[in-house]
């Protein structure tokens, strides 16, 4: 039987791959219209209506302090499930492509590097080498505060 939490789905974010286990991942979507809510911080790009589920949406780039960008017909919704304070929260991440599943032993994987200077980079749970590539794996429950899951849950 194969392990599950070794499972990663791969996506990127610029130039850079980033890794969540797929355990945590519901479905992948293409881009849909995305109903914007004032007042929200900028990353809360808004709702979707999935299914007939509304489902916040979270610009990924932004969240990470990236640049921007238009959408294009690479650009998708990682529909994932978070937990914070014993509730589980459904919301939709906006990456520029996603990529493949992958398998990452633990012997790949190594701790992040420590910055210091008061960055908090919790949510990087580890490296992953995968030939010559580094995959930037993501502990999705620590992505957000839980303040911001607090703004997420009233949207």
Same mark, same amino acid.
């Not at 529909?79 to 919301?91: F, Q, R």
């Given at each position: 039987?194969?392990?599950?939490?070794?499972?990663?789905?791969?996506?990127?974010?610029?130039?850079?791959?980033?890794?969540?286990?797929?355990?945590?991942?519901?479905?992948?979507?293409?881009?849909?219209?995305?109903?914007?809510?004032?007042?929200?911080?900028?990353?809360?790009?808004?709702?979707?209506?999935?299914?007939?589920?509304?489902?916040?949406?979270?610009?990924?780039?932004?969240?990470?302090?990236?640049?921007?960008?238009?959408?294009?017909?690479?650009?998708?919704?990682?529909?994932?499930?978070?937990?914070? =304070?014993?509730?589980? @929260?459904?919301? +939709? /991440?906006?990456? &520029?492509?996603?990529?493949?599943?992958?398998?990452?032993? *633990? #012997?790949?994987?190594? =701790?992040?590097?420590? @910055?210091?200077? +008061? /960055?908090?980079? &919790?949510?990087?749970?580890?490296?992953?080498?995968?030939? *010559? #590539?580094?995959?930037?794996?993501?502990?999705?429950?620590?992505?957000?505060?839980?303040?911001?899951?607090?703004?997420?849950?009233?949207?």
């Amino acid at each position: 039987m194969e392990r599950q939490d070794s499972k990663f789905l791969t996506f990127r974010l610029k130039e850079e791959r980033y890794g969540i286990p797929i355990i945590k991942v519901k479905e992948i979507i293409g881009m849909l219209e995305i109903t914007s809510i004032p007042k929200l911080p900028n990353f809360i790009k808004g709702v979707i209506n999935l299914r007939g589920k509304i489902i916040p949406v979270v610009d990924l780039r932004l969240k990470f302090d990236m640049d921007e960008i238009e959408y294009n017909e690479r650009t998708s919704i990682i529909v994932i499930e978070l937990v914070a =304070d014993n509730n589980t @929260y459904t919301v +939709g /991440i906006v990456v &520029d492509t996603v990529q493949d599943v992958m398998d990452i032993d *633990d #012997d790949d994987i190594q =701790d992040p590097p420590k @910055y210091g200077m +008061g /960055i908090n980079q &919790d949510f990087i749970t580890g490296m992953g080498k995968v030939k *010559d #590539d580094v995959i930037m794996l993501l502990n999705t429950d620590k992505i957000f505060s839980v303040g911001e899951i607090k703004t997420l849950e009233t949207v």
